[in-house]
């Protein structure tokens, strides 16, 4: 399995971006897939998640009401819409593929990851 993550960049406070994670190599609707983070300095910490399905999305606080995941299951894709940019959201994102969509957020592993795209939000 790959994931290839994209649609980071430098943005401006109040801003918006899409990110984006291909997943190839493996039948994508058999895995829970989230995203992370990790801003200079910091440990990863989790943003969001969304089931197989593409139900039951679960956000940081930090993000809710600002961050949108989404999936397609025909394009193997899963989506990011961060909206509201604040310079606290800087960070790398990463987005992760794990089979199971309990405790996500809080388990040591995840079956798969991705590379990682900058998001730098500038004040």
């Known amino acids: 399995v790959q994931l290839q993550a994209f649609g980071g960049g430098l943005v401006q406070a109040g801003a918006f971006l899409r990110l984006s994670c291909i997943f190839s190599?493996?039948?994508?609707?058999?895995?829970?897939m989230g995203w992370f983070r990790q801003a200079p300095g910091k440990e990863r910490e989790f943003v969001a998640v969304i089931n197989r399905a593409g139900g039951t999305p679960n956000y940081v606080n930090s993000v809710k009401g600002r961050f949108t995941i989404s999936r397609d299951n025909a394009k193997n894709a899963v989506y990011l819409q961060m909206n509201s940019l604040k310079p606290e959201d800087t960070a790398v994102y990463y987005c992760?593929?794990?089979?199971?969509?309990?405790?996500?957020?809080?388990?040591?592993?995840?079956?798969?990851w991705g590379q990682g795209t900058l998001v730098t939000v500038s004040s």
């Open positions: 992760a593929a794990d089979s199971t969509y309990r405790d996500f957020a809080l388990k040591q592993k995840r079956d798969h």
């Open positions: 190599g493996g039948t994508f609707g058999s895995y829970a």
